[in-house]
């Protein structure tokens, strides 16, 4: 064999590899009701949850638990799942922006369940984009 041959087919061996490991580490996106389950099962891996915050009548946000000059690590917050559950949100690594957390119209988290709570390791936030199309009244 020729040593480009040999070189083509360690790169392949090495792209398979790191498919099927990054393949392992992937979670999957659930409900909060599913989520819970596979803890209960004793399933360590963490799943992903998208939801809104919870608003009261008038729209504003209810149920957030923050206090930076108390405890700036700590975040919790109500979230509404995309089977409309509601459940409560605990986070030790808050986002570096509240305001864009409040005005974000989806939430992802990243994380699993302890007890009745859902503990995100991480939160992706889907705000409102200002570069979707308006349309013009004729």
């Known amino acids: ?9 360690v790169v392949i061996a090495a792209a398979i590899g790191v498919i099927i490991t990054s393949a392992g580490d992937a979670s ?33 946000i209810i149920g957030v638990e923050y206090d930076p000059l108390k405890d700036p690590n700590f975040l919790a917050f109500n979230l509404i799942d995309e089977s409309k559950q509601v459940f409560r949100v605990v986070c030790y690594n808050p986002p570096p922006s509240m305001q864009d957390f409040k ?17 995100a390791s991480e939160i992706l936030m889907k705000c409102p ?9 004729s």
């Open 1 to 9: 064999m020729k040593k480009s041959h040999i070189f083509i087919l």
């Open 28 to 60: 999957q996106y659930v409900t909060y009701q599913q989520a819970l389950a596979l803890a209960q099962k004793g399933e360590d891996s963490k799943v992903h949850v998208v939801g809104e915050l919870t608003k009261n009548e008038q729209g504003e």
């Open 103 to 119: 005005k974000s119209e989806k939430i992802v988290i990243i994380g699993k369940c302890k007890g009745e709570n859902f503990v």
């Open 129 to 137: 984009s200002k570069y979707e199309e308006t349309k013009i009244k």
